[in-house]
């Protein structure tokens, strides 16, 4: 079921003052801040919860070794359009096997190989951001200076290696798109609401709980929209920083109640967009990341998992989606591997 103005009245979002992010981020950073919860050297935020005894939970829900890679393609191909100097990743051989045919190598008794680099931001496809990703007025996770975390010299507090052997324990799926979408889509411009969240849960089942230490992922069906749109000569359209589903402002004290560890979504930009008021870029993101101190995943390609864990009626998986410990990165690409 699409929103419509018979929803209004249930809708926490319908009661946001459209003209007052400023208000509203700051009363809501307020409310969920995280920051000296687990010290003021903290450096991993809500990865604390996702502790040794939820990666034995996590682990133990490998029945089937049925194995899904969450991740999209890193290639020219992809949805990015040049904003912000985010490209789509340039792979380049340096050495390839007309290289070894021809003999010009210059390796001894016949062997030859190939090599390859690439070139890419570190948020063009799939990927993690980072603690040193966004900032509230000047300060980052924990009540930092800004400057004080990330210099020309990367992030030299939070960088996303201090999370690289962190993150793999229970993941959890909700799939709002299947529950609440047509055909397991939901439009753009959707704003999840925790009552959309809840009624997902209850509608997938018990599998499905969501608590302290898991790694939620959120599909929308955006990704399954923009596929469909490059199958039919289309392209990427909007995908990047354009019209979407995403989870609604009003969501940030269930992020925060909820002690998850981590979350991602199969969309560019995590929260809905346009957002929620007249004036705004991410504003949830500002309270998430600065002030819960949560990562958030973005551009996740869920599709496959959701088509199984419809099949079989079960959300929750082993979900390991380590980053690559680029050090002092405020992001990641990250190739998420879900196992049931």
């Given amino acids: ?125 799939t990927q993690w951001d980072g603690l040193g990703h966004i900032f509230d007025h000047g300060f980052a996770w924990n009540g930092r200076r800004a400057g004080d975390v990330v210099t020309s010299e990367g992030d030299l507090v939070t960088g996303i290696e201090n999370v690289a052997s962190l993150i793999a324990g229970r993941g959890v799926l909700l799939d709002v798109g299947r529950v609440l979408g047509t055909d397991g889509e939901l439009p753009d411009g959707f704003a999840i609401t925790q009552q959309h969240l809840e009624a997902t849960i209850a509608a997938q089942g018990e599998s499905s709980r969501v608590g302290r230490g898991d790694l939620v992922v959120v599909r929308t069906g955006r990704l399954t929209r923009a596929r469909r749109d490059i199958a039919e000569g289309r392209g990427w359209g909007d995908y990047a920083g354009g019209a979407a589903p995403g989870l609604s402002f009003t969501t940030a004290d269930w992020l925060h109640g909820t002690e998850i560890a981590g979350i991602a979504t199969d969309t560019w930009g995590f929260e809905v967009r346009p957002n929620e008021f007249d004036v705004a870029f991410q504003p949830l993101h500002q309270v998430a990341i600065p002030n819960i101190g949560l990562s958030i995943g973005e551009m996740w390609d869920l599709d496959a998992l959701a088509a199984d864990c419809a099949q079989d009626g079960r959300y929750d998986f082993w979900l390991t989606a380590a980053p690559l410990p680029v050090t002092g990165a405020v992001g990641s690409p990250v190739n998420p591997i879900a196992v049931k």
């Fill in 1 to 125: 079921m699409h929103q419509s103005p018979d929803d209004s009245a249930a809708d926490p979002a319908a009661a946001l003052d459209r003209t007052d992010p400023e208000s509203a981020i700051a009363a809501a950073a307020k409310r969920c801040s995280n920051w000296g919860r687990w010290g003021a050297d903290d450096v991993i935020g809500t990865m604390n919860f996702l502790d040794d005894a939820k990666r034995v939970e996590g682990a133990a829900l490998v029945r089937r070794g049925a194995s899904f890679s969450l991740s999209q393609s890193f290639d020219t191909d992809g949805p990015q359009k040049g904003w912000r100097r985010r490209t789509n990743p340039v792979h380049t051989m340096t050495d390839t096997g007309t290289d070894a045919e021809r003999g010009n190598q210059g390796f001894p008794h016949g062997i030859g190989g190939a090599d390859d680099v690439i070139a890419m931001p570190l948020q063009c496809s």
